[in-house]
């Protein structure tokens, strides 16, 4: 098989899709974003080129004078079928079970039959998306964590159905990408979520009983116990309505309360104050701009 594995992402235009096209393509693996729409999909290099203006240093010097050449290995479709050309397809769709269920048949339909199929999916159990699959042993969880250009580690997750070429072949694609991997059991949120999970409730306790604000909880969180972000500007990247939906979910197919999703975040929802993307959540946005 070609060295440089061809990569496509379905959901390429947002937030996630958009940051693991980024890890593909600085790696120097063709990689293709899929929407449901062209402009939807476009969407994802205009992340990509905000992701290279946003870095620093020697980082963002060396980004800007490869840039040209990182772009060529980008595309955009809002055609599904054109999967039927890579090695690797990503579905990082939002953590809807029954939308993701309705995307990956869709998508396996045209898979070829070499090829793996992934669910980025952080919380739903992979086996319970591989109903109606054309070729269910293609298919695993490829579990990249936000952002993946920054973030090492991924979870890679099998069912009983998957093969072992489609594993060595995800364990090869994470290995170009030069990732931590983990391949723990199929479970509800897995590994690294759950952990997350019982750092963000305490850390919710912490700020509702007013003991320490979200930055003071951050800072402690990045500084004491080396947490990349802290559990507040990460709820604020992935989405304050996509962390909601990882909660229930857990919850839903654990049969069990893990968290309870706090007030504030359902109130946060209904005000439309989303983190990153509106530009405010826990944090302001458009006053760092």
């Known amino acids: 098989m070609n060295e440089k594995l061809k990569v496509a992402i379905v959901g390429g235009g947002g937030v996630m899709g958009s940051g693991i096209g980024f890890l593909t393509v600085l790696n120097g693996l063709p990689t293709t974003l899929i929407d449901r729409t062209k402009d939807d999909a476009e969407v994802g290099i205009r992340r990509i080129e905000e992701y290279i203006e946003m870095s620093k240093g020697i980082q963002k010097l060396w980004l800007k004078m490869k840039k040209r050449s990182l772009m060529k290995l980008l595309r955009t479709s809002d055609d599904i079928s054109i999967v039927n050309n890579s090695d690797v397809v990503i579905e990082a ?59 090492k580690l991924v979870e890679i997750i099998k069912t009983e159905d998957t093969s072992d070429h489609a594993i060595e072949l995800a364990r090869k694609f994470c290995k170009m990408l030069d990732r931590k991997i983990i391949e723990p059991k199929d479970t509800p949120g897995f590994v690294a979520n759950r952990l997350f999970a019982a750092l963000f409730k305490e ?82 946005y458009k006053k760092q701009k």
């Open 93 to 151: 769709i939002p953590e809807k079970k029954e939308l993701k269920k309705e995307v990956l048949r869709n998508i396996s339909e045209y898979l070829p039959k070499d090829a793996i199929l992934a669910t980025n999916t952080s919380s739903i159990m992979v086996k319970t998306l591989s109903e109606g699959l054309r070729n269910p042993e293609n298919f695993l969880g490829i579990h990249f964590f936000n952002p993946p250009v920054l973030m």
């Open 203 to 284: 850390a919710f306790n912490l700020y509702e009983s007013g003991i320490a604000t979200p930055k003071d909880i951050d800072t402690a969180a990045k500084f004491g116990l080396g947490h990349r972000l802290g559990p507040f500007k990460t709820m604020d990247l992935i989405g304050i309505d996509t962390g909601k939906d990882v909660i229930d979910s857990i919850n839903e197919q654990s049969g069990e309360k893990m968290f309870e999703v706090p007030e504030v975040l359902k109130a946060m929802i209904r005000n439309g104050t989303l983190g990153m993307k509106t530009g405010k959540g826990f944090f302001d």
